[in-house]
């Protein structure tokens, strides 16, 4: 009995999937995906977060130290501060990623534009699709930034230095994140730190996703939807990509947590005025290494979050019965 109404709910959701147009599909696909992917290396986005940005108190610890100091400061559940926001942005932010890389690669070979189409479709495709996808979450990264910046240790309430005393803002949760940035800066604060992330991403994305179509390209047509195939495709893609772009992520961080950094000497906050002055400060104030710091967290994350996410949209797509597309040919 148990086994026959099993079945028939099983049954009633797949014609209520079949029934969903494939976009909508394709949009469930990537949100699942993400939000596995992000919630699976969480722990390990937190620490490089706090390398990035907290230059002061954890740039000389190592991976396996900062790990320690978390956990002493915010208990197990530390490692997942500002993961709620993250995987708020994340199923959006996936979803239209996906969705909008499916768009964007069809429009283009529908309208034969002078890219052939082999993988430069995919790259070009992957980095419209990135910007698309930012652009429309990016106040959800800041508010998941600040809230993983927050060390709940009364030693860091304040502080004192070189750099002057400060006081470090608590936030409650990403609604008061979001209040706050607005008031100090109007629109444009919710979008502090969007040109590095937009320089980064474009060709962050255009790379996964053409290292990911041009390495499935030289595997066998019934190996496609292999796990076997889609980890290690999956993984040689961000490493790749993330490895390129990855001193404008720090960039990025350090933006996004300005008015929460130790004030300088005249009391004031240090302000990067776009993306190269970014660069240019941290090189002469920090050490070119500081463009680096979490970068070994940073592969050690970026490899099984893409292949998860890669492996589960992959396997949503089959789930959901969404048709395969063409496959890319030589350019």
């Known amino acids: 009995m148990g086994s026959s109404q099993g079945s028939t709910l099983s049954a009633d959701v797949m014609s209520l999937v079949d029934t969903l147009p494939v976009l909508a599909k394709t949009l ?3 949100g699942v995906a993400g939000a596995v992917a992000k ?3 969480a722990p390990l986005e937190r620490i490089k977060i706090l390398l990035q940005t907290r230059t002061n108190d954890f740039r000389t610890l190592g991976v396996s130290q900062s790990l320690k100091k978390v956990l002493q400061c915010d208990g197990p559940l530390g490692f997942y ?4 926001a993250s995987v708020i942005r994340i199923i959006p ?7 909008t890389y499916e768009v964007y690669r069809n429009w283009i070979l529908e309208n034969n534009l002078p890219l052939g189409s082999g993988p430069v479709v995919d790259l070009v495709a992957g980095s419209a699709a990135g910007g698309t996808a930012v652009l429309c979450t990016y106040p959800l990264d800041l508010a998941r930034t600040k809230l993983a910046y927050q060390v709940s240790d009364a030693s860091q309430s304040f502080r004192g230095g070189a750099n002057g005393v400060y006081r470090q803002h608590a936030y409650s949760g990403i609604k008061e994140v979001l209040s ?3 008031k100090e800066a109007g629109p444009r604060g919710l979008y502090r730190g969007i040109g590095p992330t937009l320089i980064g991403i ?3 994305a255009g790379l996964k996703f053409y290292i990911y179509e041009e390495l499935k390209r030289h595997v066998p047509e019934e190996h496609q939807n292999s796990v076997r195939m889609h980890l290690p495709c999956g993984a040689l893609a961000g490493l790749f990509g993330q490895t390129l772009t990855y001193p404008l992520d720090v960039v990025r961080r350090q933006m996004q947590v300005e008015n929460l950094q130790p004030m300088t000497s005249d009391g004031s906050n240090k302000r990067y ?3 190269f002055d970014g660069l240019n400060t941290i090189v002469r104030t920090q050490g070119w290494r500081q463009l680096f710091a979490g970068l070994s967290i940073n592969y050690i994350k970026i490899v099984p979050s893409v292949a998860i996410g890669f492996t589960v949209y992959e396997s949503m797509k089959s789930w959901l019965r969404i048709p395969p597309r063409e496959r890319s040919k030589p350019a």
């Open 39 to 41: 919630t699976a290396v």
């Open 28 to 30: 469930i696909a990537g």
């Open 202 to 204: 474009l060709p962050y």
């Open 180 to 182: 706050m940035a607005y």
């Open 273 to 275: 005025k776009n993306t």
């Open 81 to 84: 501060k500002g993961n709620g």
């Open 93 to 99: 932010y996936a979803a239209l990623h996906y969705m």
